[in-house]
């Protein structure tokens, strides 16, 4: 498995941006495929951007598409989630999770088998 850990949430206002930041251990990263997810209290953790091992194919959540960018550093064993024009909606504790395949980008919850502990996002207006 995999040991992830996420880092770069916070406060901030409608409209600002914040760059979240997944730093995995082990010598295996660049195979894994990695997403991102979030949850708020009463709702299942939802997808919102995957990344295949390669970097090469993504996908949003049509929430987020356009506002957010998933990408990913194999050498640095780091996956990063840019937000930008951030609204109070997506107030929620994000996740990083990795899936062990990594070829195409999935968006089940199910289909990862690693998680990281979650870090807050607040957004204010």
């Known amino acids: 498995q995999v040991q992830l850990v996420e880092s770069g949430g916070g406060l901030v206002q409608a409209g600002g941006s914040l760059r979240l930041s997944c730093a995995a251990s082990?010598?295996?990263?660049?195979?894994?495929?990695m997403g991102w997810f979030r949850q708020t209290p009463g709702k299942e953790r939802e997808f919102v951007a995957g990344?295949?091992?390669?970097?090469?194919?993504?996908y949003y959540d049509d929430s987020v598409k356009g506002r957010f960018t998933i990408s990913r550093d194999n050498v640095q064993n780091t996956v990063y989630l840019q937000m930008n024009s951030l609204k109070p909606e997506d107030t929620a504790v994000y996740y990083c999770?990795?899936?062990?395949?990594?070829?195409?980008?999935?968006?089940?919850?199910?289909?990862?088998?690693?998680w990281g502990q979650g870090t807050q996002v607040t957004v204010s207006s």
């Open positions: 999770a990795a899936e062990w395949d990594g070829t195409y980008v999935k968006r089940s919850r199910y289909e990862y088998q690693d």
């Open positions: 082990g010598r295996t990263f660049s195979g894994y495929g």
């Open positions: 990344i295949t091992w390669s970097g090469s194919g993504t």
